[in-house]
């Protein structure tokens, strides 16, 4: 585990302790650099890695589409605009951690992280203007730039080079989180099994409705739900049947919140969240789907060409 950056008191009491004067100090940190490495149907992974100076507050993470960004200009506009997303990265990730591998999203010189732009929802350690649906647009070109935050007197740096990337688009065969949550008229059944529970629609829905607050059992419910669905409204699962199994293996009897009490550390469902999250959002398995289902008159597979 790294040891983590002190705030900007704690690095003034160091430069004085050197004989370095505030006035000869680094007064604004470096630029971060950031690169698309995967693009699913509602999220763009990012690697984000600090400069020479780090980013010892963290980065913030700005997004829009592109067609929106042209209209403004192609600059990035100081403050709010139409469209304009952002995520301040400041703490602690217990949700898209690399199993362990980032353990802040405060980093020293030349570290780096990976951060999932649209899956932010159950993510800890940061603030959004993006939610509650903060997935991206099926199928969109989106820009994205990044800063390292302002740290006391130290300014924040200046945004890195725009990058581009491309959400999947909507072609065969599954179906994000944020769409289940959002179309209970288009579930394929009426109740779920999670671990060895069953749930009516209506508790799953307040599930899917709980913040995971560090929470690994509730995050894990949340995409094995939308698997399970997925699965039951056609999508071939592959290999992901087999962490499907695991994910219930592990969760047992446990009930989460707000129905429950339950809770595992993310530590021990994070791979299985992952997993399940990819297949979900179309970057592994069979792909998203490019129809809508309806509400079916029978729970069976029906869909329609609507969007």
């Known amino acids: 585990m790294r040891a983590r950056y002190p705030i900007a008191a704690t690095v003034l009491a160091v430069l004085l302790t050197l004989g370095v004067s505030p006035a000869s100090a680094q007064t604004a940190y470096d630029p971060v650099q950031i690169t698309p490495l995967r693009a699913g149907h509602g999220k763009v992974v990012m690697r984000v890695q600090a400069g020479p100076s780090g980013a010892p507050a963290g980065f913030t993470v700005w997004w829009m589409r592109q067609s929106e960004f042209t209209a403004v200009g192609a600059a990035w506009p100081s403050g709010p605009a139409l469209g304009k997303r952002w995520a301040a990265y400041v703490g602690t990730p217990t949700l898209n951690d ?94 779920l099994v999670i671990g060895t529970v069953s749930y009516t629609q209506s508790q799953l829905l307040n599930l899917l409705s709980q913040p995971a607050r560090g929470n690994g059992l509730i995050s894990l419910d949340h995409q094995l739900i939308a698997a399970k669905l997925n699965v039951l409204n056609g999508a071939n699962p592959g290999t992901l049947a087999g962490v499907i199994a695991a994910a219930d293996a592990l969760i047992g009897g446990q009930v989460p919140p707000p129905i429950g009490s339950g809770s595992l550390l993310p530590s021990a469902t994070n791979a299985y969240t992952q997993a399940l999250d990819d297949f979900n959002n179309g970057i592994s398995g069979p792909g998203h789907c490019g129809t809508t289902p309806t509400a079916p008159t029978t729970w069976g597979h029906v869909k329609t060409l609507y969007r």
């Open 98 to 191: 690399g199993g362990g591998t980032f353990d802040s999203f405060q980093l020293g010189p030349g570290e780096v992280v990976e951060v999932e732009v649209g899956d932010l929802i159950d993510e800890t350690g940061l603030y959004t203007n993006a939610l509650p649906n903060a997935e991206l647009g099926s199928g969109d070109e989106y820009v994205f730039t990044a800063f390292a935050n302002t740290n006391g007197a130290i300014a924040g740096s200046p945004l890195s080079p725009t990058e581009v990337s491309t959400t999947r688009p909507t072609t065969d065969c599954t179906y994000t989180l944020g769409y289940w949550k959002n179309h209970p008229e288009a579930w394929p059944t009426a109740s």
